[in-house]
């Protein structure tokens, strides 16, 4: 029976997790990438979940606010909804597709991509990439204002 009980509690010890607050942790500002528009905020979660085979970050993008169109060169990128509408556009030409939480949107690499909130409501996603390096990004001209 002592043989057994050491063998599960070393089994336990070797076992890692991290838990990332939301509510707890520090949000940093994104400058805003077009005029009149607000900052887009973000919480560094690869650093936060010390995250080793991917990277994470969970962003707060206030109404009327988009990202930067591009497309990831190594990265598989899932964006998940945690609240609000996502809208993004995807490949080329771009194709507008609008999700809502729960719900999520896979891109492989070099995929072009533009990450937008159309909505009168806050849109928090968790996105996440994989593998964790970074191999750059290719960089589009954007799309236009919102409501394209």
């Known amino acids: 029976m002592g043989a057994a009980a050491s063998l599960?509690?070393?089994?336990?010890?070797g076992m890692?997790?991290?838990?990332?607050?939301g509510s707890?942790?520090?949000w940093s500002e994104r400058e805003?990438?077009?005029e009149g528009q607000p900052p887009r905020?973000?919480?560094?979660?690869?650093?936060?979940?010390?995250?080793?085979?991917?990277?994470?970050?969970?962003?707060?993008?206030?109404?009327?606010?988009?990202?930067?169109?591009h497309a990831d060169k190594v990265q598989e990128e899932v964006f998940v909804v945690?609240?609000?509408?996502?809208?993004?556009?995807?490949?080329?030409?771009?194709e507008r597709v609008d999700v809502g939480a729960p719900g999520l949107v896979a891109v492989q690499p070099g995929t072009p991509l533009l990450v937008r909130n159309e909505s009168d409501e806050d849109l928090v996603l968790y996105i996440y990439g994989a593998p964790a390096e970074q191999g750059?990004?290719?960089?589009?001209?954007?799309?236009?204002?919102?409501?394209?």
């Open 24 to 26: 707890k942790v520090k």
């Open 136 to 148: 750059g990004a290719d960089f589009f001209d954007d799309t236009g204002e919102l409501g394209v």
């Open 32 to 34: 805003p990438l077009f």
């Open 8 to 13: 599960v509690f070393s089994r336990i010890l």
């Open 16 to 21: 890692g997790w991290h838990v990332v607050d």
């Open 41 to 69: 905020q973000f919480v560094e979660v690869t650093d936060e979940a010390e995250l080793k085979s991917s990277r994470a970050r969970l962003w707060r993008y206030p109404p009327g606010t988009r990202g930067r169109r």
């Open 82 to 94: 945690v609240s609000g509408t996502l809208t993004m556009q995807l490949g080329d030409p771009p």
